[in-house]
């Protein structure tokens, strides 16, 4: 990339932004909406009340918005705490994490996982709990494994699901503009959806 931009070559990154370096443009998921909407959707599997565990990668600037955004949409529910925010970054470290939270908070009623790996474990841990009626799960990313968990698991409502597809489709045209020497927005979020069993085609 350095190299691209000494040579004066234009560079678009998508989905992990470049530090300390110049781009023509960005796009990637809008992150915080995403977490706001798995806010909402963990509000709405609980009735807007109980104690919340969260998975959290804190060095990741994307993971970060999630988060931020989850908070936000809890914060709108008075009957609602997040009592535990605890790093799992990988599937192992997430499964001991979400034991961890379970064990110090019996009468958690959520976990948010910051990805799909994290939420998988998380509901792997409820299951060995047995608090599979207690604890709803909500995951981020909708990669297939997670989108079957929710299709057959009650417990995990739901995933924030990106869009890839649409972000290469967006960065072709970004390309296609710049080249012609148009104008282009140096931020391109893509918007997530939301994936539950009831949205399943």
Known sequence: MLKANAAGI???TVDIAASGVAVAA???TDN????VKAGELMAQATGGRGRIGVLHYPAVQSVVDR???FKKAISAHPGMKIVSVLPG???A???AAAQ???QAHPDLAGIFGFGDDAALAALASV???NKLQQVKVVGFDGMAEARAAVDKEPAFVGVIRQYPDQMGVRAIELAVAVLSGKPVEKLNPVLPGVYTAAARP
């Open 10 to 12: 234009p560079v678009i």
């Open 26 to 28: 960005h796009v990637a």
């Open 32 to 35: 915080y909406a995403g977490g």
């Open 67 to 69: 988060v931020e955004g």
């Open 89 to 91: 970054i990988t599937r």
């Open 93 to 95: 470290e997430a499964l």
């Open 100 to 102: 961890n939270m379970l």
């Open 127 to 129: 299951k060995a709990a």
